[in-house]
Structure formats: structure tokens, C-alpha cells
């Protein structure tokens, strides 16, 4: 006899994540390969463009979406990287270690504009390995889609920390799915060109000091703000 009784009942979910669509997310920062490992710390991957990031992959972990995965490249902050930067390449690497910053808060429930001592220091970590298993709620986004593509890919649109309406309810397993409709993705020559409403999956991207990292929030920038339309409430 084999026993059905303990396997898990299907989902109806699945495929791209409405834009503005608030759910929980896991984080793991992936190992790099070893052409773009960096040799002093084993989760940090060195890009073919020099900077230093984590390849971080945020798994769905409830609600209609459970199990997707979103893949994202979160680069350094300029003072960890080791190369001569562009002023584009800096704003990057600010921009990524401002979310960084907020998955941290949302992780551990601080305020983004609380500056007491205990919150300066709950935004310590003792090495990028504090990250792994963290859980927060994520605006997803879409990556815009190019010719050619068979899949649509969400992103990390914004990470929601605790003083938004939306943050207790899918830090205790709700979620937030908005009616934006999906991007469909331009036809090329070698296809008639296919809605991405219809499409599943996901591609992720090719991977590209041992010290206490801070996110003071004297020293970090902010996210930027949501854009408008579709989303929760807050955000329009």
C-alpha cells in the first residue's frame, strides 16, 4: 500500500507574480562558481565587470505564489569594492546596500526611521552569512521583457519593513496579489510573439573582509519610493 495521506495538496499558483504584489520571501545568498569566486569570503561573487555582490535568490514561502523563486544580484557597498567605479557602478552599489539595509529591518522588525542605540545596533550583522534564512515581505516587480525571451522574471521591487499597513499581515503568512495585468513580451523574427500571461518559470541570472557590516542609517540611503497604480494602498 502506498499513502497519500501526508503529501501535500496541489497548488493552483505558479508562474509570474503580478507587479505590485506584496508576498513573504526567504533569502539565500548562493555560492559563486569557482571563475568568480572571491578569495576572501566564500559567498561573495567578483562579476565580470570587477564589482563585488551576493547572489541572492528570495523563494516564495506562502500564500498563492508559494515556491517561486526571484533571482537578484545585490551588490557591495562602495567602500567594500576594489575596483576604480563609475559613477553609474556607484549608484548601483548604493542602491543594492540600501535594500540590503531594509531586508535587515524587516527581518528583525525595526523601524527605518528609528535611530535609538538598540536599533543602530540591530543593524549590525557579523558577516554576510547572517542574511541566509532571512524572511521579509517583497514588492515584486518585472524585469521589463526583451525580444527574444520565453519567460517572464520577477524582481525585487522594494522590501516592506514594519511602519507600512501590509508588513504584519505577510510577516504572518498572508500576502497582498495585485490585479496589474503582465507585460507582454515583444515579438522578434523567429516568433509571432507570445503574451507572457501564458508563460511559467523563471531564468536566473549568471553569477557575475571578514569584518562587522554596518547599516547605520547615518551612513545608508533609504529605498526609493513604490511607484503609483495597482498596488497596496500605501503605495499610490
Not at 107 to 120: C, F, K, L, Q, T
Not at 138 to 155: A, E, Q, R
Not at 208 to 230: E, L
Request: hydrophobic letters at 30%; a neutral charge; proline letters at 7%.
Amino acid at each position: 500500500m502506498i499513502d497519500f495521506n501526508n503529501a501535500p495538496a496541489q497548488k493552483t499558483g505558479g508562474g509570474t507574480i503580478p507587479p505590485k504584489s506584496v508576498v513573504l520571501l526567504k533569502m539565500t545568498i548562493r555560492e559563486p562558481s569557482s571563475n568568480k569566486a572571491y578569495e576572501h569570503h566564500p559567498l561573495i561573487t567578483m562579476y565580470s565587470s570587477g564589482l563585488l555582490g551576493l547572489d541572492c535568490q528570495f523563494d516564495v514561502e506562502c500564500g498563492t505564489f508559494e515556491g517561486n523563486k526571484i533571482w537578484e544580484n545585490l551588490f557591495l557597498c562602495p567602500e567594500f569594492q576594489t575596483i576604480q567605479m563609475t559613477k553609474g557602478q556607484k549608484g548601483i552599489c548604493e542602491g543594492s546596500f540600501a535594500k540590503l539595509r531594509a531586508i535587515i529591518e524587516a527581518a528583525r522588525g525595526i523601524d527605518p526611521n528609528d535611530s535609538a542605540p538598540a536599533s543602530v545596533n540591530a543593524r549590525n550583522i557579523n558577516d554576510w552569512v547572517d542574511f541566509q534564512g532571512m524572511r521579509f515581505p517583497g514588492m515584486m516587480g518585472i524585469t521589463k521583457p526583451k525580444s527574444g525571451d520565453v519567460y517572464l522574471n520577477n524582481s525585487l521591487m522594494r522590501v516592506i519593513t514594519m511602519e507600512k499597513e501590509d508588513y504584519s499581515v505577510v510577516m504572518g503568512g498572508g500576502e497582498y496579489i495585485s490585479d496589474l495585468p503582465l507585460p507582454a513580451i515583444p515579438e522578434s523574427s523567429h516568433t509571432t510573439g507570445t503574451s507572457g500571461a501564458a508563460k511559467k518559470g523563471y531564468q536566473a541570472p549568471s553569477n557575475t573582509g571578514q569584518q562587522q557590516q554596518n547599516f547605520n542609517p547615518g551612513g545608508q540611503q533609504s529605498q526609493q519610493q513604490a511607484g503609483t497604480g495597482g498596488g497596496p494602498a500605501w503605495a499610490k
